[in-house]
């Protein structure tokens, strides 16, 4: 049954007008468009006592609290830092590469 349990930002608020003239507040998850959707047609009145009575107007209120902000995905790692083998490889491959542009504009 724990499961069924929902946040607080997820429940919104109504304040609903009822056939005897008061006015009281229900909730309903924030899916449904109106508290009469969530199967709240008739109230039991707080005021006077009297059961099911019928909703006649609604509006909404809000959330009962506001969602937690989202949070920032962590930045990424540092890059990993090359080893010394790593950059005599690099250092080969451009030098290789140098020789290789200095002969195309000799020749």
């Known amino acids: 049954m724990q499961s069924f349990k929902k946040a607080d930002h997820e429940i919104m608020r109504w304040r609903v007008r009822l056939y005897c003239g ?3 507040e229900t909730e309903a ?4 468009t109106d508290p009469l959707s969530a199967g709240a047609n ?3 009145c707080t005021e006077c006592g009297e059961d ?3 909703i ?7 959330l009962r609290c506001e969602p937690p ?4 995905p962590p930045p990424p790692p540092p ?3 090359p080893t010394r ?3 005599e490889r690099r250092v080969k491959t451009l030098e290789k590469e140098n020789e290789r542009l200095r002969a195309k504009l000799s020749g």
């Open 69 to 72: 902000e989202a949070t920032e």
């Open 29 to 32: 998850h924030y899916t449904y």
């Open 52 to 54: 099911r009575q019928t």
């Open 79 to 81: 890059p990993k830092k």
């Open 22 to 24: 008061h006015i009281i």
């Open 85 to 87: 083998a790593d950059l």
């Open 42 to 44: 008739g109230r039991r």
């Open 56 to 62: 006649v107007a609604f509006e909404p209120i809000g």
